[in-house]
């Protein structure tokens, strides 16, 4: 049991952090009061900015240096096609479901043409990616050591350090409390003289960024290659932000949840113990956990009040 | 009126912003339209394709614009069309009744199988009012993975692991005389049945008192249910039908334009179908000459890659497009405002010029 444990901890850790950063992209648009939908396409317009640069440097330069350039632009672009659904939901009035599902598939489409122009079959290939490392030291702790210490990617630690910042934005400073005000109560907020259309747009943007380097990260981190979609892991992270409510740390564990359950349903077929349960179970486990889960928060849902309704300075 | 004006901007707008794409990758747009028109509507078995193509939209638009109707956004259209394409699949493979019966039972599975992939959200909404939004795309999720292990478990093809046995050329939606009549093309019976559930969507939404009530809870549920009506009730079935005519799309697309099932995708054209809709303006005569055009659009890039070198994405790209700007229809509106405006002033300032000229 205990050497299957740490088999698969490394793996699912791998596989939480790029839900983790898109769902607290999420986070800071909701909180912000503006329904963001298209984690999804944000993810893959991420994913594709970032295979393409360094499937373009990866000849002229060496390094990690062109990985963190394309997680870079992953993050710009991101913000720029985020920055079409601010566009329609805040200043137009948009429905912002419907804005975006629209950036979703955008987003699927746009990358697909284009990828499909550049190389021909549609697929972008890296040679390089995130090489993963022990950590001096921290690595030699018993059990802590081999479960969390050992086999990280440098972009793991990169993240878990853009949440805890995140955390202490979000409750401790002036910015943080100006942009859960707006997703709460925005007539409030602009009474008290908070600008509400700049935060929102902070707020989509955040969010932009962050689902950008989540796509990024999926492909410099174990994917390796740009197939067009990210296999749903926007969704996923739109139902751990409820799953997390709407909180850094409930994302935390939330995503955490979903890193292991899909890692174990990946795994199964190898791990013995495992085989017994048949894979459909597993595959299903974490979306119907989900739907329990949305049952039993929905009579205490710490959800933004105001998130999804748009903007009536007038409305009393 | 206006609506349909709306509608045809955003589609103008859509397919300049195609051309662009096009010019951007240094093609040319005049010479890509031609192709892709020619590729949809040159001969008549290339209109029968077009209009296949176009039978799973007009269900998924119908779908999607029932339930918007009743103010739920029903973006689970794809997990529903998987589990009505199954059902329906199971039924066809599993069974040897004469041709009649066995079709009218496959499409009773769609229903069903559709329906009740809808129930649960709705269910769930409806009790414990969890957002169908996030409840249906895990019931996408789960009908994904359902059709991923139940296709290779108990219907699998002679061939591929990844591909259900074929139907029998009886047991499945297309007719001889429609494919003589199309000189070969793979329009089936699917089409009738659609042009069916937009008449009986369309009567049921405007000349019934349930359709008054699914609208009015649209509207506004909590004058809705003072009024007295049912609205949990009212969400529940919305669900249902909007579930059971996405899995018709199943079974049109599953046993009628194709013949088995492939596992590892989630229907494009669920996600399509809130294009359609929201083109059609949620109306089911406008959900129709929606899914036309984007039956149009996917079926003739097809043709227009095979001549130039434009990838069929285009069609993709240009309907998430023609969305966005539909989604943003306030703008338009706003233009349209604007215009009605500096005519009406320019008419103003004119008058009194003329007057003077006169004078």
Known sequence: MWTIIEQIFPYAIIFTIPLLITALGG??????????????????????????????????????????????????????FSLLHAFASINLSADQVISGTAINMIAMALTVFLARNITGSGN???????????????????????????????????????????????????FGLRLKSCGEFPQAAQAAGINVVGIRYIGVMLSGALSGLGGGIIILTYAGEFTGSVSGLGFLALASLIFGQWRPLGILGATLFFGFASTIANVSQVIPELAVIPPIILKIFPYVVTLIALVIFSKSSQAPKAAGEPFDPGKR | MRNTIVSLISIVLGLIAGGLLM?????????????????????????????????????????VAFAFRTGLFNIGVSGQMLIGG???????????????????????????????????????????????????????????????????????????????????????????????????????????????????????????????????????????????????????????????????????????????????????????????????????????????????????????????????????TIIAIIIYFAATSVLIHRLLNKFRKTRSNANDVNGPVGKKGEA
Request: aromatic share 12%; no cysteine.
């Open chain 1, 27 to 80: 986070l800071f648009s909701e909180r912000s009061g503006i329904v963001n939908i298209g984690l999804e396409g944000l993810m893959i317009s991420g994913a594709f900015a970032s295979a393409l640069t360094v499937n373009f440097l990866q000849d002229k330069m060496q390094g990690s240096t062109i990985l963190w350039i394309g997680l870079l632009v992953a993050a710009v672009v991101g913000i720029l």
């Open chain 1, 124 to 174: 972008i290939r890296i040679t390089s990616g995130f090489t993963p490392f022990d950590v001096p030291i921290l690595s030699k702790i018993p059990i802590i050591g081999d479960l969390l210490f050992t086999k990280t990617y440098a972009t793991t630690w990169f993240i878990l350090l853009v949440l805890i910042i995140s955390a202490f934005i979000l409750n401790k400073t002036k």
């Open chain 2, 23 to 63: 010019l951007f990758i240094g093609a040319s747009p005049i010479e890509g339209y031609t192709y892709l028109f020619q590729g949809a509507l040159k001969n008549i078995a290339r209109i029968g394709d077009t209009l296949a193509t176009a039978t799973p939209l007009i269900f998924t638009g119908l779908a």
């Open chain 2, 86 to 316: 199954l059902a329906a699949t199971a039924v066809g493979l599993s069974f040897d009744f004469s041709r009649p019966i066995l079709i009218l039972l496959m499409i009773l599975a769609g229903i069903i199988g559709g329906g009740l992939w809808a129930f649960i959200p709705g269910f769930l909404k409806a009790r414990f009012n969890v957002h169908e939004v996030v409840a249906t795309i895990m019931m996408n999720w789960i009908a994904y993975w359902t059709v991923y292990y139940i296709v290779p478990g108990y219907f699998k093809g002679e061939f591929l692991e990844t591909e259900s046995r074929k139907l029998a050329e009886g047991n499945t939606l297309r007719t001889p005389w429609l494919t003589e009549m199309f000189q070969g093309s793979y329009i089936n019976l699917g089409l009738f049945f659609a042009v069916i559930a937009v008449i009986i969507v369309a009567f049921i939404i405007n000349k019934t008192t349930l359709g008054f009530e699914l609208k009015a809870v649209g509207f506004n549920r909590h004058a809705a249910e003072y009024a007295g009506m049912k609205v949990n009730r009212n969400i529940i079935l919305s669900m249902l039908i909007s579930g059971a005519l996405a899995g018709l799309g199943g079974v049109a697309l599953y046993t009628g334009n194709a013949s088995s099932m492939q596992i590892g995708i989630l229907p494009s054209q669920g996600y399509d179908g809130i294009a359609v809709a929201l083109l059609g303006a949620n109306s089911p005569v406008g959900v129709f000459f929606a899914a036309l055009l984007f039956g149009i659009l996917y079926s003739g890039t097809g043709f227009m890659n095979a001549m130039i070198e434009i990838p069929p994405e285009l069609a993709n």
